[in-house]
Structures are given as structure tokens and as C-alpha cells.
């Protein structure tokens, strides 16, 4: 009997660790996200189309602040005309996670850069939540990434990493302008990048 009992005790643990274990969800890994290179997109040949197809993201959260600063006028009850300025403050959040696209490409460079062909590609990449039409391309409200020494590309700041440049002026920085590293959806990336590797073949005449 004590056998039994033993074996009936070791049977139920076992039936009440399986019925728990098949009760935790699976745990699904985390898309992978890798620091965008300029080196990648030579080596695989990417255009400004591929890279509209990539989904982008910040290394870290940032936080701008930007300053409109307006002339108003106003009439006493002496009928004077006094002047002010009326200030508006536009302070911008950009979480870690909130996705971005590309709106454009550029080359930038001096005169030098330009003869020896050495001109820097700059990324253009906008986080509002809006979707992006493409018909309205001169939207302003994007922050350009440019490669650093390494190659990989950052937020390009202004003013000794003081400032950026977003909606047209320059936006103040209060936290995440230094070296925010543009990070890339591996996933995305590898779709552009197979795309871009399939060979089309010749045809004999």
C-alpha cells in the first residue's frame, strides 16, 4: 500500500507540473533592431525606395522644444497702439518605440567632398503618427540622421548637440540628442536586402 501511495502521489505532482507548465503562454522574442550603417546600404545597393519600405526607430527617447515668437497689437481704452510679442512653445516627445519612415534622402558635402565624390547621405525620417503622404512631400516635420565616424547613422544636431533642426527652425534640446543612433527593424531590412540579391536572369536572343 505504500508503494501505491507513493506512486499515486509522484503521478499527480507530475499531472499538476505538466498542467501548469501548458498554461504559461509561450514567450515571443522581441523584433530585433540593429543600428542602420551606411555601409549596408552601399554594400546591398539600397535606394531611397528600398529604405521607405524599412521601418525605423530611436535608440532612445527624445525631447525638443521649439519657439514661435509673434508680433501682436492691441488698442488701449486711451486708443493707444501698444505692440508685444506673444511667445508659443512647442515641446515634442519622441518615445524609444514610436515608429518612423523615410521621407527622403540627400548628399551633402563641400566643395571638396563633392569633386572627390565623398558626399555624406543624409536620412530624412519622420515620427508623427499621421501617415506620410507622399503627394505633400515638403513636409517639415522630420529630424535627418547622418553617419558618424563609424559609419552608423545618429541625430544630427546643431550647436554643439544643443539643437536640431525640426519644422523648419531650430528646436532646443532637452534630453536624447546625444548620439540617438538610428535603429533599423532587422526583419524589414532583410526583406530589402533579399529583394534587392534575386537576380533576373538573361534571356539568349
Do not use: W
Not at 518612423?100 to 558635402?109: A, C, E, F, P, Y
Not at 547622418?146 to 539643437?163: C, H, I, V
Amino acid at each position: 500500500m505504500k508503494i501505491s501511495k507513493n506512486v499515486t502521489f509522484v503521478n499527480l505532482f507530475a499531472f499538476i507540473l505538466i498542467f501548469i507548465t501548458s498554461c504559461v503562454p509561450p514567450t515571443t522574442l522581441a523584433p530585433r533592431r540593429d543600428v542602420l550603417s551606411f555601409n549596408s546600404i552601399q554594400l546591398y545597393g539600397l535606394t531611397e525606395n528600398d529604405l521607405k519600405n524599412v521601418q525605423f526607430f530611436l535608440d532612445k527617447e527624445l525631447v525638443i522644444i521649439g519657439e514661435t515668437t509673434s508680433l501682436q497689437r492691441d488698442v488701449t481704452k486711451f486708443h493707444e497702439l501698444k505692440f508685444y510679442e506673444h511667445h508659443m512653445y512647442d515641446q515634442v516627445t519622441f518615445p524609444q518605440d514610436v515608429p518612423g519612415i523615410l521621407v527622403r534622402t540627400h548628399l551633402d558635402g563641400n566643395l571638396l567632398q563633392r569633386f572627390l565624390n565623398r558626399e555624406v547621405l543624409k536620412l530624412d525620417i519622420t515620427f508623427d503618427r499621421e501617415k506620410y503622404d507622399e503627394s505633400k512631400p515638403d513636409t517639415t516635420r522630420f529630424l535627418t540622421f547622418t553617419p558618424n565616424a563609424s559609419g552608423g547613422y545618429e541625430l544630427e544636431t546643431l550647436n554643439s548637440g544643443r539643437s536640431v533642426h525640426y519644422n523648419n527652425k531650430q528646436y532646443q534640446c532637452l534630453s536624447g540628442c546625444s548620439a540617438n543612433a538610428l535603429m533599423v527593424d532587422a526583419e524589414s531590412l532583410k526583406r530589402e536586402i533579399l529583394k534587392n540579391r534575386i537576380a533576373p536572369g538573361n534571356i539568349l536572343p
